[in-house]
C-alpha cells in the first residue's frame, strides 16, 4: 500500500507512529528482561521478588527504572556468570562425549592382541566389556 501525497496520513505520522511500536517492542523487553533476572536469582528471598514484581508493574515507569539503576551493574554480571557457566558445562560434556570414542580404539588394540595371540579369546571380550562400560 502506498501513501500517496493526499492521503491523509502525512510521512510525519508514520515516523510517529514506528516510533511508538519500537518504543513498545523496547518497553515489553525491558520487561521480560527484568522479569527474567529477577526469577533467576537466588541471592533474594521469594518476599524480596514479589515485592520487585509488584513495584514493577504497580509503578511501571519508576519501578523499571529503580531496578536498572539499582540493579543493572549486577544484572550484567549474573549474566556473564551464566554464561560462563553454560560454556563450562558444555566443555564438561564434549570432554566425556569425545573421551567415549576411545572405546573403539581399545577394542581396536584388543582385537589386535588376539589376532597376534598375545591373548585369548575370554581375555578379548574382558577388555571389549572394559572398554564399552561407561
Do not use: C
Amino acid at each position: 500500500m502506498m501513501l500517496a501525497e493526499g492521503s491523509g496520513y502525512p510521512l510525519f505520522d508514520v515516523l510517529w507512529t514506528m516510533f511508538v511500536l519500537f518504543a513498545w517492542i523496547m518497553w515489553f523487553w525491558l520487561f521480560i528482561v527484568i522479569f527474567a533476572d529477577l526469577f533467576r536469582r537466588s541471592d533474594i528471598s521469594g518476599w524480596g521478588k514479589a515485592g520487585w514484581t509488584v513495584f514493577v508493574i504497580v509503578v511501571p515507569f519508576i519501578g523499571v527504572l529503580t531496578y536498572l539503576v539499582v540493579q543493572g551493574g549486577n544484572m550484567a554480571e549474573r549474566r556473564r556468570a551464566e554464561a560462563e557457566a553454560v560454556q563450562a558445562r558444555f566443555g564438561s560434556y564434549i570432554q566425556s562425549a569425545s573421551s567415549t570414542g576411545h572405546a573403539s580404539d581399545q577394542i581396536a588394540k584388543a582385537k589386535d592382541l588376539l589376532d597376534s595371540g598375545a591373548i585369548d579369546r575370554a581375555e578379548y571380550e574382558l577388555l571389549k566389556q572394559k572398554a564399552l562400560a561407561p
